[in-house]
């Protein structure tokens, strides 16, 4: 097994460490040394997949109606592209949109859209990650 390596205390917390090759390194190596998995769910990405099962347990819901589920998803609006997590069938139901706000502009033509997002700037909202006023469901 790969080795952990000590990084400085963060929040306090003196004895951090991190993994050498990373979560998706120490999944290759739990399944190829047949090992017990301590590692619970999905690890997040920075890639088109935005997630890697680990384990097949869910530990996340739907941002919009509570459902177990672990699925990240960009809202297709172009002036929002909201990272939230999404279900299937609410990602059926408001078209990928994390709103009802976004569905409707997604309805407009492309010509109307544009026109709607011009001068308008949207990068602090990419990474809300769930704390976005527009979704529906919180804890």
Do not use: W
């Not at 790969?2 to 205390?9: D, H, T």
């Not at 390194?25 to 769910?41: C, D, H, P, T």
């Not at 099962?53 to 172009?78: L, M, V, W």
Request: proline content about 1%; hydrophobic content about 30%.
């Amino acid at each position: 097994m790969r080795k952990l390596l000590p990084i400085l205390g963060i929040r306090g917390l003196k004895k951090v460490y991190q993994l050498e090759g990373g979560i998706i390194e120490y999944a290759r190596q739990v399944k190829k040394r047949n090992l017990e998995n301590k590692f619970i769910g999905k690890n997040f990405v920075f890639d088109e997949r935005r997630g890697e099962r680990i384990s097949e347990d869910i530990i996340a819901q739907c941002h919009q109606c509570g459902k177990p589920c672990d699925t990240h998803i960009n809202c297709i609006n172009e002036a929002c592209h909201l990272l939230f997590i999404q279900c299937k069938s609410c990602g059926e139901k408001m078209n990928h949109c994390c709103s009802e706000t976004c569905k409707k502009v997604t309805s407009l033509s492309h010509k109307e859209q544009k026109a709607i997002r011009k001068g308008t700037h949207n990068s602090n909202k990419i990474f809300k990650k769930g704390r976005s006023k527009a979704l529906k469901f919180k804890q």
